[in-house]
Protein backbone atom coordinates (compact mmCIF):
# COMPACT_ATOMS: atom_id res chain seq x y z
CA UNK A 1 0.00 0.00 0.00
CA UNK A 2 1.49 3.56 -0.96
CA UNK A 3 1.03 6.44 1.79
CA UNK A 4 2.81 9.09 2.87
CA UNK A 5 2.47 10.14 7.16
CA UNK A 6 3.40 13.20 7.47
CA UNK A 7 4.54 14.44 11.43
CA UNK A 8 6.13 17.96 13.34
CA UNK A 9 3.28 20.68 12.57
CA UNK A 10 2.63 22.73 15.63
CA UNK A 11 2.16 26.46 16.62
CA UNK A 12 5.01 28.38 16.72
CA UNK A 13 6.29 32.13 17.36
CA UNK A 14 7.63 34.03 14.20
CA UNK A 15 11.53 33.73 14.08
CA UNK A 16 11.20 30.22 15.56
CA UNK A 17 11.96 26.81 14.16
CA UNK A 18 10.03 23.71 13.07
CA UNK A 19 11.20 20.03 11.78
CA UNK A 20 8.52 18.31 9.46
CA UNK A 21 8.91 14.53 8.48
CA UNK A 22 7.01 12.70 5.89
CA UNK A 23 7.20 8.52 6.37
CA UNK A 24 6.82 6.65 3.32
CA UNK A 25 5.42 3.25 2.68
CA UNK A 26 6.43 1.99 -1.01
CA UNK A 27 9.73 1.38 -2.45
CA UNK A 28 8.34 3.32 -5.42
CA UNK A 29 9.29 6.52 -3.72
CA UNK A 30 13.04 5.54 -2.99
CA UNK A 31 13.67 6.43 -6.79
CA UNK A 32 11.42 9.10 -7.89
CA UNK A 33 10.56 13.26 -6.35
CA UNK A 34 9.06 14.31 -3.39
CA UNK A 35 8.06 17.00 -1.70
CA UNK A 36 6.23 19.44 0.53
CA UNK A 37 3.50 21.90 -0.75
CA UNK A 38 1.59 24.23 1.52
CA UNK A 39 -1.95 25.40 1.36
CA UNK A 40 -3.42 28.30 3.64
CA UNK A 41 -6.95 29.48 3.47
CA UNK A 42 -8.15 30.65 0.60
CA UNK A 43 -5.04 29.90 -1.63
CA UNK A 44 -3.94 27.40 -3.98
CA UNK A 45 -1.50 24.80 -2.47
CA UNK A 46 1.73 25.48 -3.74
CA UNK A 47 5.24 24.03 -3.92
CA UNK A 48 7.36 24.94 -1.06
CA UNK A 49 10.42 22.26 -1.71
CA UNK A 50 11.23 19.46 -4.06
CA UNK A 51 13.96 16.93 -4.13
CA UNK A 52 14.91 13.95 -6.71
CA UNK A 53 15.91 10.95 -5.72
CA UNK A 54 19.73 11.90 -6.08
CA UNK A 55 19.15 14.94 -3.93
CA UNK A 56 18.99 17.79 -5.89
CA UNK A 57 16.51 20.33 -4.63
CA UNK A 58 13.88 23.46 -5.33
CA UNK A 59 12.72 26.18 -3.52
CA UNK A 60 9.99 28.69 -4.02
CA UNK A 61 11.43 32.03 -3.88
CA UNK A 62 9.59 32.55 -0.48
CA UNK A 63 11.44 30.50 1.27
CA UNK A 64 15.07 30.02 -0.08
CA UNK A 65 17.46 30.20 2.68
CA UNK A 66 15.05 29.67 5.33
CA UNK A 67 13.78 26.20 4.56
CA UNK A 68 15.59 22.59 3.82
CA UNK A 69 14.38 19.96 2.36
CA UNK A 70 16.50 16.47 2.75
CA UNK A 71 15.57 12.84 2.34
CA UNK A 72 16.85 9.01 3.46
CA UNK A 73 16.07 6.93 0.91
CA UNK A 74 16.70 4.02 2.63
CA UNK A 75 14.01 4.88 5.50
CA UNK A 76 11.89 6.57 2.54
CA UNK A 77 11.40 9.79 4.57
CA UNK A 78 11.84 13.22 3.63
CA UNK A 79 12.61 16.23 6.21
CA UNK A 80 11.30 19.93 5.84
CA UNK A 81 13.74 22.13 8.01
CA UNK A 82 12.15 25.89 8.60
CA UNK A 83 13.75 28.54 10.32
CA UNK A 84 13.02 31.97 10.28
CA UNK A 85 9.64 31.23 10.56
CA UNK A 86 6.86 34.10 9.50
CA UNK A 87 3.36 34.46 9.67
CA UNK A 88 2.94 34.03 6.18
CA UNK A 89 4.23 30.56 6.46
CA UNK A 90 0.95 29.63 8.35
CA UNK A 91 -0.98 26.73 6.22
CA UNK A 92 -1.17 23.00 5.73
CA UNK A 93 1.89 21.74 4.74
CA UNK A 94 1.62 18.18 2.46
CA UNK A 95 4.27 15.69 1.80
CA UNK A 96 4.67 14.36 -1.97
CA UNK A 97 5.25 11.66 -3.50
CA UNK A 98 5.48 10.58 -7.20
CA UNK A 99 5.09 7.21 -8.55
CA UNK A 100 3.15 5.02 -10.73
CA UNK A 101 2.67 8.19 -12.99
CA UNK A 102 0.86 10.19 -10.74
CA UNK A 103 1.81 12.19 -7.53
CA UNK A 104 0.37 10.89 -4.16
CA UNK A 105 -0.10 13.09 -0.89
CA UNK A 106 -0.30 13.00 2.82
CA UNK A 107 -3.02 14.22 4.98
CA UNK A 108 -1.34 17.12 5.66
CA UNK A 109 -0.05 18.78 9.15
CA UNK A 110 -0.85 22.15 10.38
CA UNK A 111 1.72 24.79 10.84
CA UNK A 112 0.21 27.74 12.65
CA UNK A 113 2.87 30.90 13.13
CA UNK A 114 1.73 33.89 15.52
CA UNK A 115 3.45 37.28 15.32
Known amino acids: QVQLRESGGGLVQAGGSLRLSCAAS????????MGWYRQAPGNERELVAS???????NYADSVKGRFTISRDNAKITVHLQMNSLKPEDTAIYYC?????????WGQGTQVTVSS
Open 96 to 104: SGNGFGRTY
Open 26 to 33: GSIFRSND
Open 51 to 57: ITSGGRT
